[in-house]
């Protein structure tokens, strides 16, 4: 049974940091591109960042570009989502995903999701 699960998120004030983890079991993921998704309240998910599965391919959503890095490590089956100058937008439910086709931007293309961790930012 494939389980990702979130860690990290909490509460941060405006130009904080916070970093997220997301550790994967159940089968192993180096060959799969790994992504990160968030939504807030009333809104639909949106792509935050995403990796290939050897780290030699990222993108980012220009909203955080500069701001927050995407890196894995395959050994240990885990992405991370390190997000710095954290901004009141940025508040979400962050979710890691699996990349198994298609787009690296499209939540269609990701198959495997975790739960989600909360990440309230304060002005």
């Known amino acids: 049974q494939v389980q990702l699960v979130e860690s990290g998120g909490g509460l941060a004030q405006a130009g904080g940091s916070l970093r997220l983890s997301c550790a994967a079991s159940?089968?192993?993921?180096?060959?799969?591109?790994m992504g990160w998704f968030r939504q807030a309240p009333g809104t639909e998910r949106e792509f935050v960042a995403a990796?290939?599965?050897?780290?030699?391919?990222?993108y980012y959503a220009d909203s955080v570009k500069g701001r927050f890095t995407i890196s894995r490590d395959n050994a240990k089956n885990t992405v991370y989502l390190q997000m710095s100058s954290l901004q009141p937008e940025d508040t979400a439910v962050y979710y890691c995903?699996?990349?198994?086709?298609?787009?690296?931007?499209?939540?269609?293309?990701?198959?495997?999701w975790g739960q989600g961790t909360q990440v309230t930012v304060s002005s």
């Open positions: 990796i290939s599965w050897s780290g030699a391919t990222i």
């Open positions: 159940g089968r192993t993921f180096s060959r799969n591109a």
């Open positions: 995903a699996v990349k198994t086709q298609g787009s690296f931007v499209s939540s269609s293309g990701y198959t495997y």
